[in-house]
């Protein structure tokens, strides 16, 4: 911990013993999207907060869509990303974010890279899950390429990529998925074949089609964590899509946007 302050978007539910998510986003960092995506997850019975990479340099004010994410990310370093990804961890687990007893994170392009690393951050997770995030050494001896981190995870992976990614290569997905295997690594990734990068986010109404699996909770961005036991993995799909029942009641808290400290 650095005594960093980022600013987040947390969201609450009343469920009872209900699991949380580290929400971690693409480049663009805390954005209207991901904060959309917090209440969802809330709505469906999950604690939720998102976070901002840029608080080292951009502070935590709201800023809009024409935010210039690259003259701050230089400053995104594992190390930094990794200590505010683990304080977000911890205001899960604290009586403000919803004192979950299981928590994941779930990460979209950079951050799909990171939370698939967060496996091997010794925090106790219950899984993790990446949207298209690069699992393959940017260089020869990339330290922190999940494919290479791969050997220290302690949790359940599930990685979800587009076939049309032109971005991560099948077989860099084969061998991410060889590495977990080798070590014994529980994990499902998925690739839907005709689907492009962010066809979670940014592009999902034109490539529904291209996706079956999320398609068929009837809106691409209603899916949760289903169970809340990591046990449970080992006997079917822990972290399973189904479609939210928007329920505005559940929400035990007025969500909406705070600060953590790392």
Known sequence: MDGNRFAAFAATTDAVNAPGVVILPDVRGLHSFYEELALRFSETGVHAVVIDYYGRTAGVESRGDDFDHEAHFEQATDENVGRDVAAGV???????????????????????????????????????????????????????????????????????????????????????????????????????????????????????????????????????????RPSEWASRRTLAYRALSVRPACVASCPGATSITS
């Open 90 to 228: 911890a205001h899960i687990r604290s009586p403000e974010g919803g004192e979950a007893p299981a928590v994941f994170t779930v990460g979209f392009c950079f951050g799909g890279r990171i939370s698939f690393n967060q496996a091997a951050s010794a925090q106790g997770l219950a899984g993790v899950v990446g949207f298209y995030g690069r699992v393959a050494e940017d260089e020869p001896g990339d330290p922190s390429a999940p494919v290479v981190q791969a050997a220290s995870y302690a949790c359940p992976v599930l990685g979800l990529f587009g076939g049309a990614d032109p971005n991560i290569e099948p077989a860099d997905i084969e061998a991410f998925r060889g590495a977990l295997d080798v070590a014994g690594v529980q994990n499902e990734l998925v690739t839907y074949e005709s689907a492009p990068h962010s066809f979670f986010d940014r592009k999902f109404a034109a490539y529904e089609h291209a996706c079956p699996g999320l398609t068929e909770l009837g809106y691409g961005r209603r899916w949760a964590l289903q169970s809340r």
